[in-house]
């Protein structure tokens, strides 16, 4: 039997007034996910183990059936593997986003949708006027990008900057954790005091590069500010298949530099796709279409969609509606009437990562519905997937890697 995840980024949610009080999973027009809902079965999932913050780094790696407390290394090495920086032994990596700062607060956290390619090139001046042989800046996509710091010390307190939208930004600087000190490396402090550094000297560099000169004739958001959050080491994982000996290869597909750099470090290919963005624009067709043809030779695929995670993170109640019921007729229905077909029986899983609820706009620690199917698979009395119904569910509550055993029909 071959396996495909299909997962909708932040796609849970919570009772939206203005929906009559249901969630948008409820709301939304999801014919091919309640199909599965009615044919499989379901269940609810914790996704983020105790003592971690509700991030995709930690959800993702937990459903893909990782340990956190073994593995977890926060985002930035993720994304280095996935664009391809071999991370040394000294090497401390983190995320850097590009964002946008207004009125002394975090306005957004994405630099108002900065596109890969005037990302590069505001990161190509940071690293031109800020690096050295200790800090180096590295392209990612969008406004999500890397900061490499020889030497650093991971035991800093850094602020998502999802996390904080219309708050001031000065009280988020990063600070040094107390007992964090390494033979080595930099202390804590040290490396909190270079990060606040760059950040504060970023800020005059970016207002003054043409990109943001130019958004501000056109009245977009200026990209004015790098924000270093989630750093780590180089981490040490199994691969899927050291896991599970029966899935000989497997495929990645995301426009998400982490999810790559999780697929990378656990042994799945990676597969891009043109106009792969990680919005509502995204290529959903192409996706598909590279799913198929992967499972085709594939034992496991790993299909990831970020559009819905970006409009909760946005509070856009309308387009997260609309990447929900794109999910559903651009990315389940197709999969699935593909592969119905099929002489060797494909298992389907669907599920978010974590709830990114749209009035709250950033993620909460929630357990999220998922719903598994396969030909033959005992269905249970769930006829709809959304977060109330799969509460009835088969599966009951599973925890943490305990979603992967299921799926390869380990339990």
Known sequence: MKHII???????????????????????????????????????????????????????????????????????????????????????AIRCNIITLSDNKIKNHHGGHLTTSDGDQLIQALNEQLGDDRVRFITGIQYRHLLVI??????????PPHDHPDQPWQPLLVR?????????????????DLLNELIIKSQAILANHPINKKRLEDGLDQANSIWPWSPGYRPSMQTIQEMFPEVKSGSVISAVDLIRGIGHYAGLKTIIVDGATGLYDTNYEGKVKAAIEALKTDDFVFLHVE??????HDGNLLLKLRTIENLDKRVV???????????????????????????????????????????????????????????????????????????????
């Open 150 to 159: 020889k030497g650093g010390n991971k035991h800093i307190v850094c602020s």
């Open 6 to 92: 299909i997962l909708g980024d932040g796609m849970a949610d919570h009772a939206v007034k203005k929906l009559g009080g249901k969630t948008l999973l409820q709301y939304a027009d999801t014919p091919y996910m309640d199909m599965l809902a009615k044919k499989g079965r379901c269940g609810r999932l914790i996704t983020i183990p105790d003592g971690y913050s509700p991030g995709s780094e930690v959800a993702n790696t937990a459903i893909l059936g990782y340990d956190l407390d073994k593995v977890y290394e926060g985002r930035g090495p993720l994304e280095a593997a996935s664009i391809g920086y071999e991370m040394q032994p000294e090497d401390m």
């Open 307 to 312: 559009a819905s995670d970006e409009a909760g």
């Open 176 to 192: 040094g954790e107390e007992g964090g000190e390494e033979p080595g490396r930099m202390t804590p402090q040290e490396t909190a």
């Open 333 to 411: 229905e197709p999969i699935y009437n593909e592969v119905k077909t099929w002489n060797e029986p494909v298992a389907i899983a669907v599920l978010p990562d974590h709830p990114t609820p749209v009035e709250i706009r950033t993620h909460v620690n929630e357990p999220v519905p998922f719903v598994i199917y396969y030909p033959g698979i005992e269905a249970d009395n769930v006829h709809e997937y959304d977060e109330v119904s799969c509460v009835g569910g088969g599966y009951g509550l599973l925890k943490l890697q305990e979603f992967m055993q299921v799926f390869m029909n380990k339990e």
